[in-house]
């Protein structure tokens, strides 16, 4: 375990243990909850930050801990819009570029070997299915020898 690590665990083990020690234990949601309220946060860390945790809870049998922290609000007026980078107006234009060409390619007639290929991927089935028969073809077309059947 590196150093870094060692102290994260020791400031997680800290807090805990601190809210552990709280007396303030009062059910979170309901009566009938199995979770306790044990620490409210709202205190600066020690980057300068604000924390994101608000609320720390454990479960009745002590086995699970509960952090609650709520999306923090950032007011709209500060925002700014993320600007479009070249490449991105480009492959933009590129996928333009690649769908026409598909849908182009989709109008083309094809020799029968490639659209059998293509079947044949599609439906993930061997080539054979995509054959037409030749016997039929080549059967002797004899003309019927009585018209009502």
């Not at 800290?14 to 309220?37: D, I, Y």
């Not at 999306?71 to 690649?98: C, D, G, L, M, W």
Request: hydrophobic residues 35%; positive net charge.
């Amino acid at each position: 375990m590196s150093n870094c690590n060692r102290a994260v665990a020791f400031k997680v083990s800290k807090v805990l243990k601190r809210a552990m020690n709280s007396l303030v234990l009062s059910k979170l949601f309901s009566r009938t909850s199995a979770v306790r309220n044990i620490k409210s946060i709202s205190s600066k860390t020690a980057t300068g930050d604000w924390s994101l945790v608000n609320k720390i809870a454990v479960t009745d049998d002590g086995k699970m801990f509960v952090a609650w922290h709520p999306e923090q609000e950032f007011p709209h007026e500060f925002t700014r819009p993320i600007p479009a980078t070249y490449e991105e107006r480009n492959r933009s234009a590129v996928i333009k570029e690649s769908s026409i060409n598909t849908a182009m390619n989709a109008f083309k007639t094809k020799r029968p070997e490639v659209s059998r290929q293509e079947l044949q991927n599609i439906t993930f089935t061997t080539k054979h299915r995509w054959f037409p028969r030749a016997r039929d073809k080549k059967a002797k077309k004899t003309p019927m020898d009585r018209e009502y059947l």
